[in-house]
T-cell receptor, first 111, second 110 residues
Framework: QKEVEQDPGPLSVPEGAIVSLNCTYS??????FMWYRQYSRKGPELLMY????GNKEDGRFTAQVDKSSKYISLFIRDSQPSDSATYLC???????????FGAGTILRVKS | DSGVTQTPKHLITATGQRVTLRCSPR?????VYWYQQSLDQGLQFLIQ???????AKGNILERFSAQQFPDLHSELNLSSLELGDSALYFC?????????FGPGTRLTVL
């Protein structure tokens, strides 16, 4: 079983929809949680990061972490065609070095 | 633009050859991380350097090695290349809590 599970999609939504992307994990030692956006053949771009449990909002993006359920989410409001990309969740331990990534979810926003 | 630079963008080489990938971290960042992204394995951590010293190792093959120089740039050396080494190789740097990725080097082994 992988440490981080993420549905690869693809997830196809109409423009303006609210998108929900999720990851589950098995290692309770993870404390830092991140979401990266990756356009085709480009480097991952950091969107959000959260320490421990809770919510964080930045513009149209909201990240949620539920450590009791080992479940993290990224919500995108008013989705745009430019949001079409692969979204990767990543996490690491408190004093860890490496990021452990999910497989990535392909999102397609149709205009 | 993350501030992390990588060269070259593309590399095409033959099996058995050796290549060097180069990374310059963001200004002020002391840590450099190398990751490999392949279709079947996703993004996998290879190795981390901090201020010139190896700090952590992941699933890095013995044929691969890395180093970080006094000016903090890093190089990833891949030798005895196999077809399965074809992948995107990313470098990331960090100051504190998270990591910022470079644009990557696409390696194709023929």
């Amino acid at each position: 079983q992988k440490e981080v599970e993420q549905d690869p999609g693809p997830l196809s939504v109409p423009e303006g929809a609210i998108v929900s992307l999720n990851c589950t994990y098995s290692n309770s030692a993870f404390q830092y949680f991140m979401w990266y956006r990756q356009y085709s053949r480009k480097g991952p771009e950091l969107l959000m990061y959260t320490y421990s449990s809770g919510n964080k909002e930045d513009g149209r993006f909201t990240a949620q972490v539920d450590k009791s359920s080992k479940y993290i989410s990224l919500f995108i409001r008013d989705s745009q065609p430019s949001d079409s990309a692969t979204y990767l969740c990543a996490m690491r331990r408190e004093y860890g070095n490496k990021l452990v990534f999910g497989a990535g979810t392909i999102l397609r926003v149709k205009s | 633009d993350s501030g992390v630079t990588q060269t070259p963008k593309h590399l095409i080489t033959a099996t058995g050859q050796r290549v060097t990938l180069r990374c310059s971290p963001r200004s002020g960042d002391l840590s450099v991380y190398w990751y490999q992204q392949s279709l079947d394995q996703g993004l996998q951590f290879l190795i981390q350097y901090y201020n010139g010293e190896e700090r952590a190792k992941g699933n890095i093959l013995e044929r691969f090695s890395a180093q970080q120089f006094p000016d903090l740039h890093s190089e990833l050396n891949l030798s005895s290349l196999e077809l399965g080494d074809s992948a995107l190789y990313f470098c990331a740097s960090s100051a504190r809590d998270t990591q910022y990725f470079g644009p990557g080097t696409r390696l194709t082994v023929l």
